[in-house]
């Protein structure tokens, strides 16, 4: 086993969060996890050790955050990785999804994963030391029709870990923002993944797509066990990526983006550099 170390992990009481605490148990680590029911997820876990801390955190609540997280190091003494997992998405065009829903999606997305950090780096900080994983999404680098106010949240899951990596890198703590493409996890249920029920007959490429997606649960290319290992092992690397993308889905989607971003740039060079003095 490599160097035992503390994991703080939100959302971990199924899908990439439940296999993250179960292979990290396995290989001997200690793991504080997060959900909105411990003792659901202690049953989804399904042991009992002195290695696990199981917790009911509201993420939306700062206050909630740090208790867990003082929990977490009175408990096993450090802090070592966190790993902001807990996700929520929404489909909908903007003028289908309401406020509550789009508040309800960037509580869990956004604000949820920046209470986790703000409230984890005074103890990394002082350490010197720590890793902190921020799971976005593919949709995060490029969305698709259908998915507007889950793609602002995972992209601002990715500004917000560019940034982040450059501030905290003089303090010794390293920064990875993941975004994996379709994996075969519960994320397509209707537990993770909702549709607004505000429904306009006009967006009709918006309900295909959602249509589409309905559909592909269990059907996923993705391995989650493989990701989760791959995850777990980037945080032995000394230098670990910034960005890590999951999945030949992911990959491709993303070259896709960085060729269409390069061609509208060029195109527009002139232009775009005219308005200087």
Same mark, same amino acid.
């Given at each position: 086993? =490599?160097? $035992? ?74 802090? =070592? ?32 994963? #920046? ?25 995060? #680098? ?6 507007? #106010? ?18 905290? $890198? ?52 993705? =391995? ?7 995850? #777990? ?42 308005? =200087?003095?």
């Amino acid at each position: 086993m =490599d160097k $035992q170390q503390v994991w703080f992990i939100t959302g971990a009481s199924k899908g990439l969060g439940l296999s993250f605490v179960k292979q990290l148990l396995q290989a001997g680590h200690m793991v504080a996890a997060t959900s909105r029911n411990a003792q659901d997820l202690a049953n989804s876990v399904g042991t009992s050790s002195s290695q696990f801390l199981p917790l009911r955190v509201n993420l939306a609540d700062e206050n909630s955050v740090a208790q867990a997280l003082e929990q977490t190091v009175k408990t096993f003494g450090r802090l =070592d990785v966190v790993v902001n997992n807990a996700g929520y998405g929404i489909g909908g065009s903007v003028e289908e999804v309401t406020d509550a829903e789009v508040r309800q999606a960037f509580d869990v997305n956004v604000f949820g994963t #920046i209470n986790v950090i703000r409230k984890a780096l005074p103890y990394l900080r002082k350490q010197r030391s720590g890793h902190i994983i921020n799971i976005s999404s593919i949709a995060g #680098i490029t969305g698709g029709t259908g998915w507007s #106010i889950y793609t602002a949240a995972k992209h601002a899951i990715v500004g917000l870990s560019e940034v982040l990596a450059a501030d905290v $890198q003089e303090l010794g703590i390293k920064v990875t923002v993941v975004a994996p493409g379709a994996f075969r996890t519960s994320f397509l249920t209707p537990e993770s993944l909702a549709i607004t029920d505000n429904y306009i007959e006009d967006y009709t490429a918006v309900h295909a797509t959602h249509d589409k997606f309905r559909k592909m649960d269990g059907q996923q290319a993705g =391995d989650p066990e493989k990701a989760v290992a791959e995850m #777990i092992r980037i945080t032995t690397l000394p230098n670990p990526p910034l960005y890590f993308l999951l999945g030949t889905d992911a990959y491709n989607r993303a070259m896709n983006k960085l060729e269409i971003l390069g061609k509208e740039y060029k195109a527009w060079e002139a232009v775009t550099k005219s308005t =200087d003095y």
